[in-house]
């Protein structure tokens, strides 16, 4: 168990570090208000993986194994989400004083992690198939899991702090960054539903 733990770190990480909607909210937010108020939004990050893991590998799984238009319909309804979040954004880059008042907020990065297609990759494939016979054996696999996410979310929203400069350079800066990351989030909605349409 211990290699298979050691194993599922090594490729949990290599997907983590992937640009998507929940590393572009947390990008936006370490742009906007700061790593340290950036911080709470790690644990809306780790609840919305650690459900959805668990929610694909203990029951979606075996549900969806005779309906395979489960699938289609759950990627959609992530789709609608981050499409919605990407407009919120773009909405917010227009002016610098919504950028001040409007950070990104734990429910925000909760339902866009929750809905976020990566946790089916790692329940179906980079946790170990033990990860999902006990509680116990969850607990223990979260806890690895959760040692990868934290430094890597600092890291994207160190990076969003590290966007920011002056005040007039931070507000250009953040208008194009925020832009920038809408059309990430516009790009990774239509890849899910050209995901659907193309099977």
Not at 50 to 74: D, K, Q
Not at 118 to 138: I, V
Not at 163 to 189: D, K, N
């Amino acid at each position: 168990m211990q290699a298979a733990l050691l194993k599922m770190s090594l490729y949990v990480s290599l997907v983590l570090l992937m640009p998507g909607p929940t590393n572009t909210l947390l990008l936006s937010s370490g742009l906007k208000v700061g790593v340290r108020r950036t911080l709470p939004l790690l644990v809306a990050e780790a609840l919305g993986y650690l459900v959805s893991i668990a929610v694909w590998g203990f029951f979606l799984c075996a549900l969806a194994a005779g309906r395979p238009w489960l699938y289609a319909a759950i990627k959609l309804l992530s789709s609608a989400y981050i499409l919605w979040l990407a407009i919120k954004m773009w909405a917010t880059s227009r002016s610098p004083q919504q950028l001040a008042a409007g950070p990104v907020g734990f429910r925000d990065l909760f339902v866009a992690t929750l809905t976020n297609p990566k946790a089916l990759l790692f329940a179906s494939t980079l946790f170990p198939l033990e990860a999902f016979t006990s509680a116990a054996q969850y607990a223990r696999t979260a806890a690895v899991f959760l040692a990868v996410l934290v430094p890597i979310g600092i890291v994207w929203a160190s990076l969003g702090k590290l966007m920011s400069g002056g005040r007039t350079a931070s507000t250009a800066r953040t208008r194009t960054l925020l832009r920038l990351a809408s059309l990430v989030l516009v790009a990774f909605s239509g890849l899910l539903v050209y995901s659907v349409l193309s099977r």
